[in-house]
C-alpha cells in the first residue's frame, strides 16, 4: 500500500538470507527520497530518510498535507545499518558506491538536526501541528509513559534509537574497513564507543535493573519498564555488565506473556493489553530482542521467544499479524487479535525469517561464505532450507536435530 521508511527497513534486514535485492531495493528508494531541504510543513530535513510516502509521483496527501512525510527519528539511522547489513551479505562494489554519500548525508543529519541540542543523543520534536507527537516505532500519542503511568512529552531520546544510532556507527566503520580507509574506520569506531559509554551511564537505572524508554526534556529517564531495550540488545549497545539484567526483565512475568514480549510491563500504571502500545505484543519487536538476546549468547531466552512467537502463528495458519492483546497464555488457550491489526504486514511477515536465523545462528563469515550454529533443541525433526543467498553464493541447509551444514549450490 504504502512505502514507510522505518518498517521497510526492518523488514528488510529481516529477510537478508532469502532475498538480499529486497534490501538494495529498499536503499535504493529511500535514498531517491532522501531529504534535500528544511520544511517544517513535512519535517524534510537534508539528509533525513522518509517515514512514509503513500502515493509515489501523485499529487496526494499524508499527514501533514503532502505526498511525503519525514517525521522519523529512526529511520535514518536504520539507513545506514541495514547497509552495513547487507555489505556483510554480499554487496557489490558499485552499488555500495553509490549509497554511500547517501550514508554519510545521514550520519550528518544524526550529528546537525537529530542531536537537536548538542548532549550527543538523538532526540525528536515535531515541528508540525499536523505531524507525530511520538516519531519513535511506538509512534501513538500515549506510547511513551513514566513507571507512574504519566504520559512524556518530547523533545525525548528514546534508548532503541541511541542503539540504532550506535549500530549506525559501527556499520560505518565496517564499510571504512571494506573500502581500505583506516583513518575512518578508527573515527567512526571511536565515535560509537564514546557513545556506548555515555549511554551505559545515563539511560541505566541502577535502581530498577533496566534501561530508561528515553531522556526527557529535563534528562531526567523516562522509567517505565518497556520492549525498548531489546532493540538495544539488538545494536549491541548494551554493556555486558548489564545484559543478563536486561534478559531477565524481558522474560519476566510482567513481560512475557508465552507467546511474545509486551510493549509494556503488566505492572506498569499505563498497562492496557488491549492498548496499541502499552501492552500489545508486536512480532517483529518481540523478534529483535530474541536477536539481541543472542547476540549476548542467552540462546535460550532467544529460543523462548522464537518459539512462543512461531506457537502464537498458528493460531492464524502460520501468518502472524501485526501485534495481538497481551494477555497471558496461562490466562487463555489462544492469543487474542487485536480488531485493527493488519494481516498481511511486512515487518511481522518477516519476523519468522529473522526467527529461523537467531535459531540457526547463520551468520555471514569471511572464508566459509556463511556460519552456522544452531541453537540445541531448537528442531524437533531434520529439515531443508534451499536458496540462502550470501556473498554471491547460493546455500541449501541440511538442518538435523543438533547440527546443521549449508551446502554451496552450482550456481553455472
Not at 83 to 99: K, P
Not at 146 to 167: I, K, M, R
Not at 286 to 307: P, R, T, V
Request: proline share 4%; net charge negative.
Amino acid at each position: 500500500m504504502s512505502l514507510f521508511g522505518r518498517d521497510a527497513l526492518i523488514t528488510a534486514y529481516m529477510a537478508l538470507p532469502i532475498d538480499t535485492d529486497l534490501a538494495l531495493g529498499v536503499l535504493e528508494a529511500l535514498a531517491e527520497l532522501q531529504g534535500d531541504e528544511e520544511d517544517s510543513a513535512t519535517e524534510e530535513q537534508p539528509g533525513r530518510i522518509v517515514h512514509e510516502t503513500r502515493y509515489l509521483g501523485l499529487d496526494r496527501v499524508v499527514l501533514t498535507g503532502h505526498s511525503t512525510y519525514y517525521g522519523a527519528v529512526d529511520a535514518t539511522p536504520l539507513f545506514v545499518v541495514l547497509l552495513g547489513e547487507l555489505l556483510r551479505w554480499g554487496l557489490a562494489d558499485g552499488d555500495l558506491e553509490r549509497l554511500l554519500p547517501h550514508v554519510d548525508r545521514a550520519l550528518q543529519w544524526i550529528d546537525e538536526y537529530g542531536d537537536r541540542d548538542g548532549d550527543g543523543y538523538v532526540e525528536y520534536l515535531r515541528m508540525s501541528d499536523h505531524g507525530l507527537v511520538n516519531q519513535g516505532w511506538k509512534d501513538s500519542t500515549d506510547a511513551i509513559r513514566y513507571h507512574d503511568g504519566t504520559v512524556a512529552s518530547a523533545p525525548l531520546a528514546l534508548c532503541e534509537v541511541q542503539g540504532y544510532v550506535y549500530a549506525a556507527y559501527r556499520a560505518r566503520a565496517a564499510i571504512a574497513r571494506h573500502l581500505g580507509d583506516a583513518e575512518g574506520q578508527r573515527r567512526w569506531k571511536r565515535k560509537a564507543m564514546a557513545l556506548k559509554e555515555r549511554f551505559n551511564r545515563d539511560f541505566w537505572l541502577e535502581d530498577k535493573g533496566w534501561f530508561a524508554l528515553a531522556l526527557d526534556p529535563d534528562k531526567r529517564p523516562v522509567d517505565s519498564l518497556t520492549s525498548n531495550m531489546g532493540h538495544c540488545l539488538w545494536t549491541g549497545i548494551v554493556a555486558e555488565a548489564h545484559a543478563r539484567a536486561v534478559a531477565d526483565r524481558l522474560l519476566s512475568d510482567e513481560m512475557w506473556t508465552g507467546w511474545g514480549i509486551r510493549t509494556l510491563a503488566a505492572d506498569e500504571a499505563g498497562y492496557d493489553p488491549m492498548s496499541y502500545h502499552c501492552g500489545t505484543v508486536w512480532p517483529h519487536d518481540s523478534a529483535l530482542c530474541a536477536a539481541g538476546l543472542a547476540h549476548y549468547g542467552m540462546k535460550k531466552e532467544a529460543l523462548q521467544i522464537a518459539n512462543g512467537l512461531l506457537d502464537a502463528a498458528q493460531t492464524w495458519d502460520g501468518r502472524l499479524p501485526e501485534f495481538f492483546c497481551g494477555l497471558d497464555r496461562s490466562d487463555i488457550e489462544i492469543p487474542v487479535p487485536f480488531p485493527s491489526s493488519c494481516s498481511p504486514q511486512a515487518w511481522s511477515s518477516a519476523t519468522p525469517l529473522l526467527l529461523l536465523r537467531v535459531m540457526l545462528g547463520m551468520e555471514p563469515h569471511s572464508r566459509k561464505g556463511l556460519r552456522l550454529s544452531p541453537i540445541q533443541g531448537a528442531f524437533r525433526e531434520p529439515a531443508v532450507l534451499h536458496g540462502v543467498h550470501c556473498r554471491d553464493q547460493v546455500f541449501d541447509l541440511q538442518i538435523g536435530t543438533s547440527r546443521a551444514r549449508a551446502n554451496a549450490r552450482r550456481t553455472d
